[in-house]
């Protein structure tokens, strides 16, 4: 792992539960299919702060399956 992107995803991490920071710059890589992706730029949606349950959630993921039956 690069120590650099460590200390900075640290830093990062710090500064948002701190609430001095609510947007993170370090690159992600992230390791999944299509279909998982989109499902976690939706989940990346959800504002600082705010709760989602677990069936407005599955109904999210309803909707993308049913817009995107291929996936």
């Not at 001095?20 to 730029?41: A, D, N, V, Y």
């Amino acid at each position: 792992m690069n120590l650099f992107l460590a200390g900075t995803a640290e830093g990062e991490l710090d500064g948002y539960f701190s609430g001095k920071i609510q947007e993170f710059k370090t690159p992600l890589f992230l390791l999944g299919s299509p279909f998982q992706k989109r499902i976690w730029e939706e989940l990346q949606k959800i504002p600082r702060g705010e709760t989602r349950s677990y069936a407005e959630i599955a109904k999210a993921i309803e909707d993308l399956c049913t817009t995107d039956p291929f996936h």
